[in-house]
Nanobody, 120 residues
Framework: HVQLVESGGGSALAGGSVRLSCAAS??????YSWFRQAPGQEREGVAV???????AYAESLKDRFTISVDNAKNTLYLQMNNLKPEDTAIYYC?????????????????WGQGTQVTVS
């Protein structure tokens, strides 16, 4: 069955770095994304990558965050640098079979359980 499992979250100091991972199994995906949801906020798109290697980012995050995928390991990554307290959120990976990169959460059916990132 389809499974997306995030890891790598935790606590970090402002200015520090964290790398999140998302292991995918059970299906062949062509589009992967990271989303985040802070308390009391709507889920927002962070970054997306497709099987052609094309990427897109939320405008406010593109200078600090990098999305990548290791196709051999079926693992998605999000490198987050120069972290700020406002980056505190639950981070989710999402994936879909179609090659339609999007940062709209309602275009994804498969989600991980989320991993908490807290920046202080």
């Amino acid at each position: 069955h389809v499974q997306l499992v995030e890891s790598g979250g935790g606590s970090a100091l402002a200015g520090g770095s964290v790398r999140l991972s998302c292991a995918a199994s059970g299906y062949t995906f062509n589009t992967y994304s990271w989303f985040r949801q802070a308390p009391g906020q709507e889920r927002e798109g962070v970054a997306v990558i497709d099987s052609d290697g094309d990427t897109a980012y939320a405008e406010s995050l593109k200078d600090r965050f990098t999305i990548s995928v290791d196709n051999a390991k079926n693992t998605l990554y999000l490198q987050m640098n120069n972290l700020k307290p406002e980056d505190t959120a639950i981070y989710y990976c999402a994936a879909k079979a179609v090659l339609t990169p999007s940062l709209a959460p309602d275009t994804y059916n498969d989600w991980g359980q989320g991993t908490q990132v807290t920046v202080s």
